[in-house]
């Protein structure tokens, strides 16, 4: 049915394809119907939301959406910590990619210790 987890999950791969091409415009309403399909069908804290909001982010930030790919990158992270813990490689990569928007906004004391845990994390 058309809100069955993998019609998600193949959106949620058009929408990368069409952010890897640039296509933003055709990427970003993808990526948004895979995030309420998911919601619907998984409720609104679930893995597979967390990757999805994850690469949403990316392309707001890549379109200089910060603040938008800020909200979207602190629920990513908040569900991984929820759903595999605070120590888990997907939490390293939330982390790093939170504080890599940090960087290019210049919020270099904000962005230091998220790249500091997640190297800790990458290590152990």
């Known amino acids: 049915g058309v809100n ?18 640039g296509k933003y415009g055709e990427a970003e309403p993808l ?15 679930h ?10 982010a990316l392309l707001y930030q890549e379109t200089a ?11 990513s992270l908040e569900i991984y910590e929820q759903f595999v813990g605070s120590h888990h490689p997907e939490v ?8 890599y928007l940090y960087t290019a906004q210049g919020k ?3 962005a230091e210790p998220l790249y500091l ?7 152990t």
Not at 5 to 21: E, M
Not at 117 to 123: P, V
Request: glycine fraction near 2%; aromatic fraction near 6%; avoid cysteine.
């Open 4 to 21: 069955h987890p993998d019609v998600a999950r193949s959106l949620h791969s058009l929408a990368l394809l069409h952010k890897a091409q």
């Open 31 to 45: 990526f948004q119907r895979s995030l309420e399909i998911y919601e619907k069908s998984l409720g609104v804290s």
């Open 47 to 56: 893995p597979d939301i967390a990757k999805v909001l994850n690469n949403f």
């Open 65 to 75: 959406r910060h603040e938008e790919a800020e909200v979207l990158l602190k629920r």
């Open 92 to 99: 390293a990569n939330s982390l790093h990619n939170l504080a």
């Open 108 to 110: 270099f004391e904000e």
């Open 117 to 123: 845990r997640s190297i800790h994390i990458y290590e």
